[in-house]
């Protein structure tokens, strides 16, 4: 079998659109178009290979589920050739291939019958599907009295039951409790390590950025970027919050504002620019390494270009995957000394002082200036790197987060209860 799981190309969906339900009869009869035609895909490209978990995002209407579901087999492209290769298990919407009516026992059967199981098979699977979807008191209750999330919990189980070649997740587990989502993520994670396919849509930039090998950005029915998920997520948020497109490469920037680091990501109106940011000790010294409880600033130099009389200053700390940490803005400060205007052609100096609470590791410090509409006026995503170290040799830490804890006292409660 092919090493490629899903093959695509120049696929293209155009759905016809009537203005109103006779408008098709209409046509039919009189053989003048009375439909627009609304272009949902347009000759996508993308080749995924076995093994890959794929990260689809980009804003509502880019074309996602319609190409999840063309991939799915639920939909038929207009044109262009596709090439899927493998067990396919999809969740496109909450309950797909569910009677509303049924028990949830009932979908248990139904969805499994859809997805190529015979009855024996699903019988041998029910016991671990009700285990893992957690409804064992409502299995037997009717679909249709199901919460949204409790609807979530059994199409994931339904679906994931079947061990896919590819498995395809569509937002589905947004609506799910905190529990059962770390619990699906998990079961994602082993599929991932077993070489499976997996395609998610996700709005989340953390979610692709622990769990994603790649990520494709879908805008009007393109492929507007695939690459890396921190990369591409970068561009994501330009295309959210840019005041004109971007370009269709993961390394565009304004060249007439050069880049710091290698992983700077810079876009923005530019009407005020962030001429540096450094991270200072307590000396006032620039550094890009700190310790573990030290204290630190945070300086920003800002170049207005024309007056600004309404901004906002923020900044974001990401690990190098693009998780994100700690984020804060201006609207959260002290603004006593904050002049209200920035007038053309002055520069301005911003310090935040801050205790590092971050444990060990490498990090990246992004910083901004924008409207209060969350226009950007420049961007600067990942433009500071700094390692954070510690000197207590008592500190042991997985995490991204580092807690100070100290010895307080032990005494035997039965001879002496009160001395701690």
Same mark, same amino acid.
């Given at each position: 079998?092919?090493?490629?799981?899903?093959?695509?190309?120049?696929?293209?969906?155009?759905?016809?659109?009537?203005?109103?339900?006779?408008?098709?009869?209409?046509?039919?009869?009189?053989?003048?178009?009375?439909?627009?035609?609304?272009?949902?895909?347009?000759?996508?490209?993308?080749?995924?290979?076995?093994?890959?978990?794929?990260?689809?995002?980009?804003?509502?209407?880019?074309?996602?589920?319609?190409?999840?579901?063309?991939?799915?087999?639920?939909?038929?492209?207009?044109?262009?050739?596709?090439?899927?290769?493998?067990?396919?298990?999809?969740?496109?919407?909450?309950?797909?291939?569910?009677?509303?009516?049924?028990?949830?026992?009932?979908?248990?059967?139904?969805?499994?019958?859809?997805?190529?199981?015979?009855?024996?098979?699903?019988?041998?699977?029910?016991?671990?599907?009700?285990?893992?979807?957690?409804?064992?008191?409502?299995?037997?209750?009717?679909?249709?009295?199901?919460?949204?999330?409790?609807?979530?919990?059994?199409?994931? $189980?339904?679906?994931?039951? =079947? #061990?896919?070649?590819? @498995?395809?997740?569509? %937002?589905?587990?947004?609506?799910? *409790?905190?529990?059962?989502?770390?619990?699906?993520?998990?079961?994602?994670?082993?599929?991932?390590?077993?070489?499976?396919?997996?395609?998610?849509?996700?709005?989340?930039?953390?979610?692709?950025?622990?769990?994603?090998?790649?990520?494709?950005?879908?805008?009007?029915?393109?492929?507007?970027?695939?690459?890396?998920?921190?990369?591409?997520?970068?561009?994501?948020?330009?295309?959210?919050?840019?005041?004109?497109?971007?370009?269709?490469?993961?390394?565009?920037?304004?060249?007439?504002?050069?880049?710091?680091?290698?992983?700077?990501?810079?876009?923005?109106?530019?009407?005020?620019?962030?001429?540096?940011?450094?991270?200072?000790?307590?000396?006032?010294?620039? $550094?890009?390494?700190?310790? =573990? #409880?030290?204290?630190? @600033?945070?300086?920003? %130099?800002?170049?207005?270009?024309? *007056?600004?009389?309404?901004?906002?200053?923020?900044?974001?700390?990401?690990?190098?995957?693009?998780?994100?940490?700690?984020?804060?803005?201006?609207?959260?400060?002290?603004?006593?000394?904050?002049?209200?205007?920035?007038?053309?052609?002055?520069?301005?100096?911003?310090?935040?002082?801050?205790?590092?609470?971050?444990?060990?590791?490498?990090?990246?410090?992004?910083?901004?200036?924008?409207?209060?509409?969350?226009?950007?006026?420049?961007?600067?995503?990942?433009?500071?790197?700094?390692?954070?170290?510690?000197?207590?040799?008592?500190?042991?830490?997985?995490?991204?987060?580092?807690?100070?804890?100290?010895?307080?006292?032990?005494?035997?409660?039965?001879?002496?209860?009160?001395?701690?």
């Amino acid at each position: 079998m092919s090493e490629i799981a899903i093959s695509a190309r120049s696929v293209s969906k155009a759905f016809r659109i009537y203005q109103n339900p006779a408008d098709m009869l209409r046509e039919i009869l009189t053989g003048k178009i009375r439909h627009q035609d609304f272009v949902a895909l347009d000759k996508v490209d993308l080749s995924i290979g076995r093994g890959q978990v794929v990260g689809l995002i980009g804003r509502n209407g880019a074309g996602k589920s319609t190409l999840l579901k063309i991939i799915a087999g639920t939909l038929e492209a207009t044109s262009g050739q596709l090439e899927v290769n493998g067990r396919v298990s999809a969740i496109l919407e909450l309950g797909t291939g569910f009677n509303p009516e049924y028990t949830g026992r009932e979908n248990i059967y139904l969805g499994g019958l859809c997805l190529g199981f015979s009855r024996e098979e699903i019988r041998a699977r029910e016991a671990d599907i009700i285990a893992f979807s957690e409804l064992e008191e409502f299995i037997d209750r009717p679909f249709k009295t199901y919460s949204t999330g409790m609807q979530a919990r059994l199409t994931y $189980s339904v679906a994931t039951s =079947v #061990d896919p070649d590819i @498995l395809i997740v569509d %937002e589905a587990l947004s609506v799910g *409790d905190a529990k059962f989502q770390l619990k699906s993520f998990d079961r994602m994670r082993s599929f991932r390590e077993r070489g499976k396919t997996i395609l998610l849509v996700s709005h989340e930039l953390n979610t692709l950025g622990s769990i994603c090998d790649r990520a494709i950005l879908l805008d009007r029915g393109k492929v507007l970027a695939d690459g890396q998920p921190n990369a591409v997520g970068k561009l994501y948020h330009e295309l959210l919050f840019a005041s004109k497109p971007p370009e269709t490469s993961v390394t565009s920037v304004d060249a007439a504002i050069p880049e710091v680091t290698p992983r700077e990501h810079r876009y923005g109106e530019h009407r005020a620019i962030i001429i540096g940011v450094r991270l200072l000790d307590q000396a006032g010294n620039p $550094s890009q390494h700190m310790d =573990v #409880d030290g204290a630190y @600033l945070v300086r920003w %130099e800002i170049e207005a270009q024309e *007056d600004v009389n309404d901004y906002v200053l923020g900044l974001l700390i990401r690990t190098a995957t693009g998780m994100e940490v700690f984020g804060t803005d201006s609207t959260f400060w002290d603004r006593h000394d904050f002049p209200k205007v920035l007038r053309a052609g002055h520069r301005y100096r911003f310090d935040i002082a801050f205790t590092n609470r971050l444990a060990p590791g490498r990090f990246f410090l992004t910083a901004s200036i924008s409207k209060s509409n969350g226009t950007k006026l420049d961007m600067r995503f990942d433009c500071l790197m700094f390692e954070v170290m510690t000197r207590v040799r008592r500190l042991y830490t997985n995490s991204l987060v580092a807690m100070d804890m100290r010895f307080v006292c032990a005494a035997e409660t039965n001879t002496n209860p009160l001395r701690c």
